[in-house]
């Protein structure tokens, strides 16, 4: 047996403090999303460059 097992639940935050937690929470979620939006932006535009690149070199006859 631990000696956790004799405290009660945490008290719930409420008023100020719960507002703060959920704001916090908004904000986590819309920075991850937002990250998550330019790291899919990042790959597309190194995509682009990499087939424009392909496409100029076998255009100007230098492909082998």
């Known amino acids: 047996m631990t000696a956790l ?3 009660s639940s945490p008290a719930r935050p409420e008023g100020f403090d ?3 937690i959920v704001v ?3 904000l986590v979620s819309a920075g991850e ?3 998550a939006g330019h790291s899919t ?10 087939s424009r690149d392909v ?4 255009h100007s006859g230098l492909w082998l």
Request: charged letters at 20%.
């Open 5 to 7: 097992t004799g405290f």
């Open 18 to 20: 719960a507002l703060l």
């Open 24 to 26: 916090g929470r908004w």
């Open 33 to 35: 999303q937002l990250a």
């Open 41 to 50: 932006a990042a790959r597309h535009t190194t995509y682009e460059e990499h």
């Open 55 to 58: 496409a100029a070199t076998r």
